[in-house]
Nanobody
Framework: QVQLVESGGGLVQAGGSLRLSCVAS????????MRWYRQVPGNQRELVAA???????NYADSVKGRFTISRDNAKNTVYLQMNSLKSEDTAVYYC???????????????WGQGTQVTVSS
């Protein structure tokens, strides 16, 4: 099996910074895209940022210029550097990875358990 474990969430004042990490472990051949999503209770989960295996990135308009996604392929880890945090960034942040695994390779989709980010105004 494959597990994704997030860390780095917490409470921060508006204008502050946090860095989230997500480590994938298990029987992994390769990880293609890695993404960060967030969800506020009562709302749909929304895509925050994505990074392809080659390093191409994509961001939600609401976080462009403030958040940076990066990855370390050797460590099967994705990061989300969040700067200039706003109260509206408060949410549970989830890591998502498209993992290629198996002797006859196939791609599967995995989620972390989520980490709470709370920004106080």
């Amino acid at each position: 099996q494959v597990q994704l474990v997030e860390s780095g969430g917490g409470l921060v004042q508006a204008g502050g910074s946090l860095r989230l990490s997500c480590v994938a472990s298990g029987r992994i051949n390769e990880i293609s895209a890695m993404r960060w999503y967030r969800q506020v209770p009562g709302n749909q989960r929304e895509l925050v940022a994505a990074i392809a295996s080659g390093g191409s990135t994509n961001y939600a308009d609401s976080v462009k210029g403030r958040f940076t996604i990066s990855r370390d392929n050797a460590k099967n880890t994705v990061y989300l550097q969040m700067n200039s945090l706003k109260s509206e960034d408060t949410a549970v942040y989830y890591c998502n990875a498209r993992v290629i695994r198996g002797v006859f390779p196939y791609e599967d989709n995995y989620w972390g358990q989520g980490t709470q980010v709370t920004v106080s105004s």
